[in-house]
């Protein structure tokens, strides 16, 4: 049941990363995230390199948000104006975060890098989901309305300039704050591994102020042109995407997906926002711990030149 | 470079005339990486040929496989504000990727020669040295970097010492060594080595060849040849199971 795969130079047991990949693709079919967050540190827990791992989940994204995409395209809610603007700054992102990645590479300071990424935007994100759903919870069993969201009254982003018109958001703002979004994004993308479907979304909402109807599709189709354009940029400048684990990649994901949908319509919204935010939570901590507690072993080998 | 000292040693030995030569072969000269690849192992048998002079002193008989040269990066962690960051680092120029070592079953490393012989040929995970060291000046600096990178070797199976070498008769030689599925393409070299009272008086060096080969050579090739391509490809890929994905999920419903 081993697999050579050619880029990373080693062979795996092809059964395991599938089951891995249906795991985390199982986990995106039920709460609607694309799980890099989980499947980067998976793999280079099981040893693929670091830099293969991260180059090579971007082509995992591609597959789980496609699906996604998709599905919303059906349903006309996706602002392709919006997307259009947000991937400038997004394929820009990507650029700068796959130059940065192949920086870090050569000092050898990828690995702190992505661990404290993760940790912040990990235990950041984590921490306001968990916040938001257990009041969620808490209203529901009181049997009081939902809390209303914090309301920003028309904020500092409509003074900026360069607007523009987007009709189906119903919105008229200035052009940088999607662009600036879309290069963070991009810069998270390829940098880190994760899709950042779980910073956009939330951007979109309360930031941007886009309706809710139209967000997921949006930020899956930014998703989906930003992770296309870091496996190719990672493919050409570092030579790190494995094509033998992408393809295990976005099978065991597409599995995976298929049951997780399913289950996903049999559970609560908040349940399902609660159960994300304490996933989330876990592997941030899990980071974290990893980063402060004193290694095994203090020296770190890393072949070739 | 140890090739030719290798050979050296052979047209020494030769020219020594010494009464006995060690002859070696393989059980293959070629290793090839195909799909279903998980590592394989070569035999290295092998006989002391000719009359022993003098049949009471010790004789014996060392393999080692060594692996294509390669740079190692070796980083030291530090605690800095309170998290573990690589500070420290030294880079060992040509060191073998993988290094396998069998003395006979009898006798240990330590026995069969001096310290000093055996660092002279690099025999044993205790003399593996670098061709040259990058970060600093001062080489007993290295040392410790040096002794963490042959140790995570090992850790990783890719560094080993052992006393596998088994004589099947007085003369008649043979050990079984494993390629792991982690070891890296390219040239190795096998030498055989027959210790005397402590010295070297024989010695031979075969080459091997591990190299990926049908589908998997193919696409190493390609992601390096023509990247843009691969990259779209694996684009591409990608997109078509989304798509196929969305296909399937929108059946369930």
Redesign the interface.
């Known amino acids: 049941m081993e697999i050579y795969l050619p880029v990373a130079e080693m062979s795996v047991h092809w059964l395991t990363i599938l089951g891995m990949a249906a795991a985390v693709g199982y986990l995106s079919g039920l709460l609607g995230v694309g799980g890099a967050f989980l499947l980067t540190p998976l793999l280079i827990f099981y040893g693929i390199p670091p830099n293969v791992a991260v180059a090579t989940t971007a082509s995992h994204l591609t597959a789980s948000s496609m699906s996604g995409a998709i599905a919303q395209w059906r349903r006309r809610a996706v602002d392709l104006k919006m997307a259009g603007v947000m991937l400038c700054g997004g394929f820009l992102g990507s650029a700068v975060g796959v130059y940065l990645f192949g920086l870090l590479h050569r000092i050898g300071q990828t690995e702190i890098v992505v661990s404290v990424g993760y940790v912040i935007l990990l235990g950041t994100v984590g921490g306001l989901m968990l916040d938001e759903s257990v009041r969620t919870l808490r209203a529901a069993q009181l049997g009081t309305p939902p809390p209303l969201r914090m309301r920003v009254h028309h904020n500092w982003i409509h003074g900026l300039p360069f607007k523009l018109r987007f009709k189906q958001s119903r919105l008229y703002i200035s052009l940088v704050p999607p662009v600036a979004l879309g290069f963070f994004v991009g810069i998270l993308s390829s940098l880190l591994g994760v899709g950042g479907g779980f910073v956009l979304v939330p951007a979109m909402i309360y930031l941007l102020r886009m309706p809710t109807g139209v967000v997921i599709g949006t930020s899956l189709t930014q998703i989906v042109c930003v992770t296309a354009a870091t496996t190719l940029l990672q493919s050409v400048s570092n030579f790190s995407v494995d094509i033998v684990l992408a393809a295990i990649l976005v099978v065991g994901g597409a599995i995976g997906a298929q049951f997780g949908v399913r289950m996903a319509s049999r559970l609560r919204g908040e349940h399902l926002r609660l159960l994300l935010a304490l996933l989330v939570l876990a592997v941030a901590a899990r980071l974290f711990i990893g980063l402060v507690t004193t290694p095994d072993d203090l020296y770190s080998l890393a072949v070739g030149s | 470079m140890r090739a030719l000292v290798v050979i050296l040693m052979l047209l020494a030995g030769a020219s020594a005339a010494h009464a006995q030569d060690l002859v070696s072969g393989l059980s293959q000269d070629q290793v090839e ?7 394989t192992s070569i035999v290295v048998f092998g006989a002391i040929e000719g009359d022993d002079p003098t049949p009471a002193a010790p004789k014996d008989v060392v393999v080692v496989i060594r692996g294509p040269e ?10 800095i504000a ?5 500070r420290d ?1 030294m880079k060992l120029g040509g060191m073998p ?1 993988y290094y396998y070592l069998a003395s006979p079953r009898t006798r240990p490393l330590d026995k069969i020669a001096s310290a000093q012989t055996l660092a002279r040929y690099q025999l044993g995970l205790a003399y593996v040295t670098p061709q040259r060291i990058i970060g600093t000046h001062h080489p007993e600096k290295a040392e ?2 040096r002794i ?2 042959i ?3 090992a850790r990783d199976g890719l560094y080993a010492q052992t006393q596998d070498v088994e004589f099947l008769s007085y003369s008649l030689f043979r050990v079984r060594i494993p390629i792991p ?2 070891a ?2 390219g040239e190795y070299t096998v030498e055989a080595y027959l210790f005397r009272d402590g010295t070297v008086t024989s010695a031979q060096s075969t080459p091997l060849y591990v190299d ?1 080969k049908g ?3 193919r ?2 090739r390609f ?2 040849a023509a ?2 391509v ?6 591409l ?3 078509f ?6 296909l ?3 059946q ?1 419903r």
Request: proline letters at 5%; aromatic letters at 12%.
């Open positions: 990486i195909n799909s279903s690849y998980a590592g390669t740079d190692m990066t070796v980083r030291r962690k530090a605690r309170g998290l573990w960051i690589n680092q990727a410790p970097f963490a990178a140790a995570e070797r599925a982690t890296p393409r990926q589908l998997e050579r696409l190493y992601a390096h990247p843009f691969y990259g779209l490809s694996a684009v890929m990608a997109m199971f989304g798509w196929l994905s969305s399937l999920i929108r369930q």
